[in-house]
């Protein structure tokens, strides 16, 4: 039996809450520009929070299950070279399999409790 493997979202509860009404998730102004939603693996999502949503107030990282979305779900060289996961196509918000509180440790964000 293989792992499980995860891909992650990050956005305001806010916003997150705006999905589960509309039922899909919404695409940043970066996605609208180069056709895809941006993702981040477990190793990258931390420091994607910490370079682009520092300022963001209660930001969450939604897990969705890699093997669930898709030939759709692409890993490409993005950020210095390493390959990031990016989905063409919309996400429903019940693709969402957990989300994670990212709480601010100072220096660095780190996975919080499950909500």
């Known amino acids: 039996m293989t792992d499980q493997r995860f891909v992650y979202r990050l956005m305001s509860t806010e916003a997150w809450q705006q999905a589960k009404s509309d039922g899909r998730l919404p695409w940043a102004p970066v996605d609208d520009e180069d056709g895809f939603f941006h993702l981040s693996g477990k190793d990258q999502v931390c420091e994607t929070a910490r370079l682009y949503y520092r300022d963001t107030e209660g930001l969450v990282a939604l897990e969705m299950a890699e093997d669930a979305l898709g030939d759709r779900l692409k890993w490409e060289a ?24 990212m709480t601010w440790k100072g220096e660095a964000f780190e996975f919080g409790a499950r909500q």
Do not use: I, N, T
């Not at 993005?78 to 509180?101: I, K, M, T």
């Open 78 to 101: 993005s950020r210095g070279g390493a390959l990031f996961p990016h989905y063409y196509g919309h996400l429903d918000a019940d693709q969402v399999g957990a989300v994670y509180e």
